[in-house]
């Protein structure tokens, strides 16, 4: 074999490295779980049900409450589609258990 011989230039594709074509990966869309305000559910409730579904703190779930309960709706948290679905229902199924009109619905993110 002379210096300018290589064992790779006999290889397949000339002794170029093929490298593993990757797909583009997308994150998957955002979803928005809300909170609808009404005249009936104890406030104490939302919090209640903020801490539990959504893991968030007592000040963090009040602060969310009454901002709710002023502007009529708020952001109990951002999830993919399938966990926010879960929690909707979650919350839905808890409010009617307990005999509220609570409403949770959800709407997709702004990417």
Wanted: glycine share 6%; net charge negative.
């Amino acid at each position: 074999m002379t210096d300018k011989e290589h064992p790779q230039d006999n290889a397949p594709g000339g002794g170029l490295a093929l490298e593993e074509a990757r797909p583009k990966l997308r994150r998957p869309p955002l979803y928005k779980v809300v909170i609808l305000n009404d005249d009936y559910t104890p406030m104490e409730f939302v919090v209640l049900v903020l801490k539990q579904f959504f893991g968030l703190s007592h000040d963090k779930a009040t602060a969310i409450m009454l901002h709710i309960h002023t502007r009529g709706r708020g952001v109990a948290g951002v999830f993919t589609y399938e966990i926010a679905e879960t929690k909707v229902i979650q919350v839905n199924e808890c409010a009617r258990e307990h005999e509220h009109p609570l409403q949770c619905t959800l709407e997709e993110a702004e990417s």
